[in-house]
């Protein structure tokens, strides 16, 4: 890059690059330092006139008290302001419609089962009664224990063998809304017979199996094939065997949910509207009803490029509400009746945002071509000859016939290696003059309008590697697992023009621990524009990485849960450390996969003794290796310096 570029580069720039200002909803800037801002109460600062802070000054604070990356950052007053978000984009709507019924946010505690997590959506959510969806008996049993205010409601989907329904049915015994929404028509008859026997009401609901889908990477929730609901002939069995019983005014909620994701605002309507005619068929049923369940599916605006693609939202949050608000109204309107509480399991786009994945780099490999060689060796083969033949002259109008001509010999060649017609000292060789020509190709593509696709992938080919210090598989499964696009980007240095482009690796020894695709306002990108690394720490960030990461990720290479820590912005607009959670040590982890710890040092100091007896080591070296072993047992399972 020209040095003139260089001081042309301003953190406008970074910000248009990296596209903060369009997936950071007002959470996350750049500040004239050319760092990370974090605005924790989003852009207005929640009105005490604080600005933000930079996420260089919380990694200084981190170092400061000895914690050590990779850290998560869990900011408290983000999550607060999207549980107030949602709520008031509700209460907007109706207010602006004149919708007769109410909403109530139900968060689905699969999303993010931390504890902190749970505790905060439900003391941050009490204003507007919001309250918790368990999919399994584990969840129910920290719903009852955190939820306490009767009017939100608790929502019991999934699977539920007698203990689960006898835990929802105590809850509704001491005063709390919980509605066991049936999945299979079978769960009814179980569900019926413990409520007889510990003589109390049950709220029902059931989950339609809509024929409507919702996008994107969790399309297989909603239509005829998905895995969980009723069809409408198994509605009607429900609906004939409640009316046998007298116990129609027990069904009060119909819930339907077509995915965790969906990015384009018609599937909601779609959903919303097929769901509706449902719900009006089951009040003409005598259902007593009064309550329609959206499920999920409020999506996360991945890549800011506000667009249907997957990883992405082509609605707003006030459109979302509005639209759902609209479409009932008009539906029940035309049935003429009375407009339900709304209910949304909006998980993903309550917890997002406010975490964020710190991690160093360790190291770099970078790609660099070694140029042509002066002279040939008198004893080069012909292949190599030609290699250099195709060398010359490269220029914008041969491009593609040199590269083609660079990889069939290149290919002749290392034939030739493998039968020993030519050394390895001319594979080299012919390895980097091949190298050469790539990378002259990859220069006289750049800014072309149209590039063939064999010629597009050259420029990945050769991109830098930065050795990130995480573990996909811990702290970033949907990359590896269904390749979901996160914002990614240095948190500091964005005062200066990046010069290299790159791909991460993390520092599991698997060739799936990689993140090689990026988000992008028109497309996906290969390569992450990044900064050339020096002497000081280079610290970048993942973001977004509230929903289903902590949950989700596993043991490769037995890396553990990171460092995590907690943030509160306090009254005098100074951002707390508020909570420390240590990541897993080795010893944790070893725990985990049914290692004992105490034994395996025990075994380590005999062999140790063992080893003294036979005049292999001192006893100092025993003390030395024992410690050593003690101290990894102790350590975290990240890099350390």
Known sequence: MKPETLTRWTVDDSAELYGVRNWGTGYFDINEKGEVLVRPQGR????????????????????????????????????????????????????????????????????????????????????????????????????????????????????????????????????????????????????????????????????????????????????????????????IDVIDLLRDRGLLDCLRML???????????????????????????????????????????????????????????????????????????????????????????????????????????????????????????????????????????????????????????RDEARSMFEVGEISLRQRALAERIFWYIVCRVAQEIQGRKYIPDELAQLPAAIADVYYGNFSVFQSLPDVWAIEQLFPIMPVHRLNEAPTRQATISDITCDSDGKIDKFIDLHDVKEMLPVHELNDAEYYMGVFLVGAYQETLGDLHNLFGDTNVVSLVLGSNGVLEFAQEIDGDTVADVLTY??????????????????????????????????DAYENGLRGYTYFEK
């Not at 004149?98 to 997590?117: A, E, F, L, M």
């Not at 989907?157 to 028509?185: C, P, S, W």
């Not at 003409?284 to 249907?308: C, F, P």
Request: a negative charge.
């Open 255 to 409: 819930h339907y949910h077509v995915g965790s994701q969906i990015p384009n605002i018609r599937s909601v309507r779609a959903a919303s509207a097929e769901a509706c005619r449902f719900y009006v068929d089951l009040v003409a049923e005598g259902a007593a009803m009064g309550i329609l369940n959206l499920g999920g599916g409020l999506a996360v605006d991945y890549d800011g490029s506000h667009t249907n693609y997957p990883s992405s939202s082509n609605y707003t949050m006030d459109e979302y509400a509005a639209d759902i608000v609209e479409t009932v109204m008009k539906m029940c309107a035309e049935a003429q009746v009375r407009h339900p509480i709304i209910v949304s399991e909006s998980g993903r786009a309550t917890v997002a945002h406010h975490s964020i994945l710190l991690f160093n780099v360790l190291d770099a490999s970078r790609f660099e071509s070694h140029g042509l060689p002066e002279q040939l060796p008198a004893d080069a083969p012909e292949v190599i000859k030609r290699l250099m033949d195709a060398s010359s002259d490269i220029n914008g109008k041969n491009a593609q016939e040199c590269y083609h001509d660079a990889v069939y010999y």
């Open 44 to 235: 207005n600062g929640g009105g005490n006139g604080h600005d933000g802070v930079s996420i260089r000054e919380i990694i200084s604070g981190l170092q400061e008290r000895g914690i050590s990356m990779p850290v998560l950052l869990r900011f408290s007053d983000i999550l607060a302001s999207r549980v107030a978000c949602i709520n008031n984009s509700f209460a907007k709507a109706i207010a602006e419609a004149g919708y007769q019924g109410s909403y109530r946010g139900v968060y689905p505690i699969k999303v993010n089962q931390q504890h902190q997590v749970i505790a905060d959506v439900v003391e941050f959510g009490r204003p507007f009664h919001h309250g918790l969806e368990a999919g399994s008996k584990a969840e129910l049993i920290a719903a009852l224990a955190y939820l306490r205010d009767p009017e939100a409601y608790i929502v019991c989907n999934g699977y539920k063998d007698e203990e689960f329904v006898d835990l929802a049915l105590h809850g509704t015994k001491m005063g709390l809304q919980t509605f066991i929404v049936l999945e299979r028509a079978s769960e009814l008859a179980l569900v019926l017979e413990r409520a007889e026997k510990m003589r109390v009401k049950p709220n029902l609901g059931l989950r339609a199996k809509l024929a409507a889908r919702g996008g994107g990477h969790w399309s297989e929730s909603g239509g005829d094939r998905s895995m969980f609901g009723l069809n409408a002939s198994q509605i």
């Open 593 to 626: 996969v049914e290692h004992k710890p105490p034994t395996m040092l025990d075994r380590v100091r005999q062999m140790a003794e063992q080893a003294v007896r036979a005049g292999r080591i001192t006893p100092e070296e025993r003390r030395e290796i024992v």
